[in-house]
């Protein structure tokens, strides 16, 4: 099973306010202090002015219905051929027995016939592997097209939902160990998202 894996980027800022002075240490401790005590309340004021939220993204790829699409087109498609392949690969089989039955019942009529014969089992079976070879990379590449439309989706979505939510980030959870249960919008996305997903499939079937 091929599982999609969505990716959002966690960035971290630190801000940094220093002051540097011209008038040497002639301060006082008591305007030093004064001025320590400044710096605290601009940082303080700096903090708080950040909004952060996380999402659990495990759980909106498993609620997330678009997801689950994707996810059962790209199974869909590795059935199908995994189905072609072993079809083929039965023929092949069926052939080679035949030739050995040939080979024990001295049924060619002669050594170049047979030599000839097991050339081209041989050749069908490179080809064979080849084709295999092929049907791998074609479900990774489509595994990582679907990726990248999921990931796009999700992230047009949260900078539309972000222009009035406000967050300075919405981070991945799987990035932190702890974090406060309030800052978890996973249910508000997944049910946004869910929405415009059935409201879009609305319409294209209008």
């Given at each position: ?40 309340n601009m940082v303080a004021v700096t ?136 800052s978890d919008i996973t249910t ?19």
């Amino acid at each position: 099973m091929f599982n999609i894996v969505l990716l959002v980027a966690v960035g971290v800022l630190f801000v940094l306010y220093a002051n540097i002075t011209k008038e040497g240490v002639s301060g006082s401790d008591e305007t030093t202090g004064a001025k320590e005590r400044e710096d605290s309340n601009m940082v303080a004021v700096t903090t708080s002015s950040i909004k952060i939220a996380y999402i659990n993204v495990d759980t909106l790829l498993a609620d997330y219905k678009l997801a689950k699409e994707l996810e059962n087109k790209l199974l869909d498609k590795q059935k199908r051929l995994e189905a072609d392949l072993n079809r083929k690969n039965m023929e092949l089989q069926k052939q080679a027995a035949d030739f050995q039955r040939k080979v024990q019942t001295n049924s060619f009529l002669s050594l170049e016939s047979a030599k000839a014969q097991e050339q081209e089992l041989y050749e069908k079976q490179q080809k064979l592997l080849q084709l295999r070879d092929q049907m791998t990379q074609e479900i990774l590449q489509e595994q990582q097209n679907l990726n990248n439309q999921l990931l796009d989706s999700v992230i047009n979505f949260l900078k539309e939902f972000n222009k009035t939510a406000g967050y300075t980030y919405i981070l991945n959870s799987n990035a932190f160990l702890i974090g406060d249960t309030a800052s978890d919008i996973t249910t508000t996305v997944v049910n946004a998202l869910n929405a415009r997903y059935e409201k879009a499939k609305s319409v294209i079937k209008k």
